[in-house]
């Protein structure tokens, strides 16, 4: 198993920003890349961003790509998603998601509230 606990959702204006928070926690796992989803109220989970873990390569959704930037920290376990120009259709729940080497495993966070408003 592999907890994930995000942080750092919270109600922010339209055009602030936020940095959301991934911790990966427990041992004896290999992490092959790590994700954000994100899923508005009535919609699907769409995907957002996620990085290699050991390359640090970084893709986005086309929705986020240019105002969210996915970073992580080695030493920390942490995967960070800082959003910038928000907007209130960015409003969801974010979701980290883990991928382990190999791809088989792979585990969710709880997920985090977003809420931009105008």
């Known amino acids: 198993q592999v907890p994930l606990v995000e942080s750092g959702g919270g109600l922010v204006q339209a055009g602030g920003s936020l940095r959301l928070s991934c911790v990966a926690s427990?041992?004896?796992?290999?992490?092959?890349?790590m994700n954000w989803y994100r899923q508005a109220p009535g919609k699907e989970r769409e995907f957002a961003a996620a990085?290699?873990?050991?390359?640090?390569?970084?893709s986005y959704g086309d929705s986020v790509k240019g105002r969210f930037t996915v970073s992580r920290d080695l030493a920390k376990n942490t995967v960070y998603l800082q959003m910038n120009s928000l907007k209130p259709e960015d409003t969801g729940v974010y979701f980290c998601?883990?991928?382990?080497?190999?791809?088989?495993?792979?585990?969710w966070g709880q997920g985090t509230q977003v809420t931009v408003y105008s």
């Open positions: 427990g041992r004896g796992f290999s992490l092959l890349t």
């Open positions: 998601r883990a991928v382990l080497v190999g791809g088989a495993s792979t585990y």
């Open positions: 990085i290699t873990w050991n390359g640090g390569r970084p």
